[in-house]
């Protein structure tokens, strides 16, 4: 989970880091905390990548403002999945709302702002917890909660992804390394099965919420 802190304040900036430091590590979560004080082509690059993120976004910076990132984010990245978390001195909600940009939360600095900003991290971290992706290849991705199963193709270096949505979708990976990216339970071999998305086993069978059925025996 990668963590975008963008103020130009360094002293807040490192406050708010380790406010994200304290979180991640009591919850055992696998980060990285990015800081930035200004946009720059490093941060440009980070934005246009297809990782989701969690930013978190001073409003008043050097040389671009924070409504421009958020534009940017959502606009030019073309990213709707990230999570935007407003930070400012002044309250200015209605401004940033009006925009809509899908901002996640709006945080007054001198207002309560690290019980704020810690229950809000810990809301979002759960929101992007429970909602991972698979990535299938540039352009298309798979909710890891949304699959039932997948099974090697035979003969072929592709496994099809089934979804609880009735989807099929080829993939150009190995079991095995699906397997040890997903943590789904491997079967005869050539299947992994998402326990979750179970709603019949016995010895001889699984019938999934979409209805497929799969003889195990």
């Given at each position: 989970m990668k963590i975008i802190v963008i103020d130009n304040n360094q002293?807040?900036?490192?406050?708010?880091?380790?406010?994200?430091?304290?979180?991640?590590?009591?919850?055992?979560?696998?980060?990285?905390?990015?800081?930035?004080?200004?946009?720059?082509?490093?941060?440009?690059?980070?934005?246009?990548?297809?990782?989701?993120?969690?930013?978190?976004v001073d409003l008043k910076l050097q040389n671009k403002s924070g409504y421009d990132i958020c534009r940017e984010i959502r606009e030019e990245a073309n990213d709707w999945n990230s999570i935007i978390i407003i930070s400012s001195a002044y309250n200015q909600k209605e401004d940033?709302?009006?925009?809509?940009?899908?901002?996640?939360?709006?945080?007054v600095k001198f207002n309560n702002f690290e019980e704020n900003l810690i229950e809000t991290l810990e809301k979002a971290t759960?929101?992007?917890?429970?909602?991972?992706?698979?990535?299938?290849?540039?352009?298309?991705k798979v909710a890891i909660n949304d699959i039932c199963y997948i099974k090697k193709i035979k003969n072929s270096k592709y496994c099809s992804i089934n979804t609880?949505?009735?989807?099929?979708?080829?993939?150009?990976?190995?079991?095995?390394?699906?397997e040890?990216?997903?943590?789904?339970?491997?079967?005869?071999?050539?299947?992994?099965?998402?326990?979750?998305?179970?709603?019949?086993?016995?010895?001889?069978e699984v019938i999934f919420k979409n209805n497929d059925k799969i003889d195990i025996y």
């Open positions: 002293e807040y900036n490192n406050f708010i880091c380790n406010i994200v430091t304290k979180l991640m590590f009591k919850n055992d979560y696998e980060y990285q905390i990015l800081p930035f004080y200004k946009y720059n082509n490093r941060l440009k690059r980070i934005i246009h990548d297809k990782d989701i993120k969690i930013f978190i940033i709302i009006s925009l809509r940009l899908l901002v996640f939360t709006y945080l759960n929101i992007l917890e429970n909602n991972k992706f698979l990535k299938v290849d540039k352009s298309t609880i949505h009735n989807d099929r979708v080829k993939i150009r990976r190995s079991l095995k390394s699906l040890k990216e997903l943590k789904f339970k491997k079967i005869k071999n050539y299947l992994l099965l998402n326990d979750s998305n179970i709603s019949f086993k016995s010895k001889e």
